[in-house]
Each structure stands twice: as C-alpha cells, then as structure tokens.
C-alpha cells in the first residue's frame, strides 16, 4: 500500500521561502502514470489545489501560485517536493501530498497525513 | 477556471436517514470521447486527511461502505448517503479534475447528526 508522508520546517518567516518534501513508500514514484501533487488548506477552509508533477518531471501549477512555485522530483530518493517562496500569512496552511488515480487520473487515492506550516515573524 | 458550488454548507441528518449533498460546476466536466464526469467526491474527518469516496462521479472507492453513492451527470452531481452512521459526520467536498489544471475543490458541506 502507497503511504506518502509530508516533512520541513512548520514555521517559515514572512517573504521567506516554504520548502516540504513528500517521501513515498510503498511504491515507485517511477511506475505508473500517476500524478504527484501538492493540495493545502487554511485552518478552518477548504481544499486548494497547487499543483502536480509527474515521474518524468513535467509540472502543471496552479496559475495562482505559478509565480512564486517550484515543484521537483527526485527518483533516486522517491520523493517530490515543493518550494513557494515569497511567503506571507495567506500561505499558512496544512499542506498535504498525495497521489492521483490511476491513467493520470485527477482524482486524489492516496494522501499524507499533511502538515501544517505557519507564516509569521 | 471551473467553479465548484456545493449545497448546502451544512446539513444535520438524523441517524438511520439519508443525506444528500449536492455539487454544480460552472462547466460540464462530461468528457464526451470516453462518456465520463471527471468528479470526485472526498470525506474528511476532523483532523484527517481527505479520504477518496467516489470518483468518475459514480464509482466507489474500495472498501467504501456501499450506503455511499454518487449520482449525476455534466454539472450537477449528487453525494448520497443512505442511511447515516455516526462515524460519517465529516465534511465532505467535491471536485473536479476535468481537461486541464487548476482542478477545483466545491466549498465543503459539514454533515453532522440531528
């Protein structure tokens, strides 16, 4: 069974640089056409969705974001990560990891427990 | 971007009774090559993650009690929930992943018992 898991720094300073790494076990990040993506939450709001990438490294971000986003993946590792820079308090957030359906499917079946990051000096 | 609604925000239902969820799209999210609605529909307990109920808007995720259907059809689906369980008092949202990103989550409902 696929298990994905959120780590990095859960307080980051305004105008600074957020930066997680999801670790996958379970499973290759390598096989299959799946979609390894990025999702947050404000406390006490919904879902947003960030942004993917696949195995091979191509990325889709939301337009949103886009300026301010980098998402990577690194195989050797099985791990993907995010880096929004330019934080402020409108990014704190529990952001999770998770992986798409199958046939690069946009439905989420997989997710980490998320964690919580909070902008603040 | 395709905006999703949810209705209602909240919903109070009496153990034993059904409750139904419903999400509108801005646009059809039907893909008429392969005849299916890229939507899906997630419950989240406090404090969990979201967890996969229903994807192509009518088909159950393994291991999802069958007391939870998805109906619907274009840009109008339906979450219903036959017979209500104390441990389905979560929030539940909707979402759709058609064509291109951003993929779009509806606001959420928040289900609790009556």
């Known amino acids: 069974q696929v298990q994905l898991q959120e780590s990095g720094p859960g307080l980051v300073k305004p105008s600074q640089t957020l930066s997680l790494t999801c670790t996958v076990s379970g499973g290759s990040i390598s096989s299959g056409d799946y979609y390894w993506s990025w999702i947050r939450q404000p406390p006490g709001k919904g879902l947003e969705w960030i942004g993917y990438i696949y195995y091979s490294g191509s990325t889709y971000y939301n337009p949103s974001l886009k300026s301010r986003l980098t998402i990577s993946v690194d195989t050797s590792k099985n791990q993907f990560s995010l880096k929004l820079s330019s934080v402020t308090a409108a990014d704190t957030a529990v952001y999770y990891c998770?992986?798409?359906?199958?046939?690069?499917?946009?439905?989420?079946?997989?997710w980490g427990q998320g964690t919580l990051v909070t902008v603040s000096s | 971007d395709i905006v999703m609604t949810q209705s209602p925000d909240s919903l109070a239902v009496s153990l034993g009774e059904r409750a139904t969820i419903n999400c509108k799209s801005s646009q059809s999210v039907l893909y008429s090559s392969n005849n299916k609605n890229y939507l899906t529909w997630y419950q989240q307990r406090p404090g969990q993650p979201p967890k996969l109920l229903i994807y192509?808007?009518?088909t159950r995720e393994s291991g999802v009690p069958d007391r939870f259907n998805g109906s619907g059809s274009g840009t109008d689906f339906t979450l219903t929930i036959s017979s209500l369980q104390a441990e389905d008092v979560a929030v539940y949202y909707c979402q759709q992943y058609y064509s291109t990103p951003p993929y779009s989550f509806g606001q959420g409902t928040r289900l609790e018992i009556k």
């Open positions: 192509w808007a009518s």
């Open positions: 998770a992986r798409g359906g199958d046939e690069s499917s946009g439905y989420y079946s997989h």
